[in-house]
C-alpha cells in the first residue's frame, strides 16, 4: 500500500498518525511531498507492551512511562534531572512527589531491583516525555505531529501520572 503511494498508484492511505507521518517524512527525503489531513478517523491508543512472562520486567515498563510524565509535570529535565534530584532526596525536601520520584524515599527502585536514582539516569539519557515526544514525534523530528492528546491532561492531552505512592 506505501508502495502503491509512493509511485502515485494510490491517491490516499489511512493508518495510524505515527506511521502515516514517518512515511511522509521518508517521501519528503526523496522531494515526493504529502501531508496529514487533519482529521482523524479512529482513536486507537498506543501503548507499551512487554511479555507476560516476566512481572518485574513488566512493572519496570510500567514505572518507567510513569516517571517520564510525572517528571515532565514536575518540570525535572533532562538538564536539570542531576540538580533537581540534589534537592529532593536532602533530608529538608518538602516535595514528596519529587523526593519519590527521584529516589529520596528509596521506595520505588528497590521494588523493583532498581537503584534509588533510575528515574535520574533516564531522564539523564532521554528527557521526560515531552522531550522525547518533541524529540521523536513533534517539532524537532522528521514527523512534526502535533502533541494534541499526548499532552499532559493540564495542558488540554490525556497524560497523568498516577500520584507516586
Known sequence: MQAAFATGNCGALA????RLAQLRAALLEHHQPSRLLPDRIAKD??????????PQWAAIVNWVMEALVQAEGSGVTQSNATQMQTRAVAPESVD???RFLLGGSHEIGSALGL???????ILQA???YGE???RDLGPASS???????NNLSIHGGLLKSLPPR
Open 15 to 18: 493508518g495510524d498518525q505515527t
Open 143 to 149: 514527523m512534526k505531529l502535533p502533541r494534541g492528546e
Open 126 to 128: 532521554t528527557g521526560n
Open 96 to 98: 514528596a512527589t519529587l
Open 132 to 134: 522525547i515526544y518533541t
Open 115 to 121: 537503584d534509588d536514582d533510575w528515574v535520574v539516569r
Open 45 to 54: 491508543p498506543l501503548a507499551a507492551a512487554y511479555r507476560d512472562s516476566d
